[in-house]
């Protein structure tokens, strides 16, 4: 179904209630101008005035979006920064947007994660396996890798079987 382009004040519109809705990307807000028939030039200038207006702001998406994913999906910094990387957000807010995330309550949250995982797999008799299994999980939630080494060390020394 190919409806008609909209002009770039009805573009700029819907972009006004999609940007208010959520925090959005600029990658994400580019997409959407272009798909609905906008062209380069125009799209720029749209994305010019969202910025002016406040609709748009890189660093406020991600503050919201790191505090966001550390908090609903307990994700560890290293998933974090690359999911932003894939957004095309700049490494100055990528900073900013982790230097938010506590500290206590960050390795609280990787604590917790790892208690967790353990608990799950106590079934595991093979020591060396149970500790991949732990390290692997806490890997793949972006976990920092010296981290992880650290909690996998502590987790096989407080249990004893």
Not at 46 to 55: M, P, R, T, V
Request: glycine share 6%; aromatic share 10%; charged share 35%.
């Amino acid at each position: 179904m190919s409806l008609s382009p909209l002009t770039k004040e009805q573009a700029l519109q819907k972009l006004r209630h999609y940007c208010a809705y959520q925090e959005r990307s600029h990658k994400e807000v580019k997409e959407k101008l272009y798909s609905f028939g906008l062209h380069k030039q125009e799209t720029e200038q749209a994305i010019a005035q969202l910025i002016e207006e406040g609709y748009l702001n890189e660093e406020r998406f991600a503050i919201q979006f790191a505090g966001g994913k550390f908090r609903m999906k307990q994700w560890g910094k290293v998933k974090i920064r690359h999911e932003l990387k894939l957004r095309q957000v700049s490494e100055y807010c990528i900073k900013k947007a982790l230097q938010q995330i506590d500290e206590d309550a960050y390795q609280q949250t990787l604590e917790k994660e790892a208690e967790q995982r353990w608990e799950q797999l106590r079934g595991e008799k093979n020591i060396f396996t149970k500790k991949r299994k732990l390290q692997d999980y806490l890997l793949q939630k972006g976990f920092e890798s010296d981290r992880v080494a650290e909690m996998v060390k502590k987790s096989s020394g407080s249990q004893s079987g």
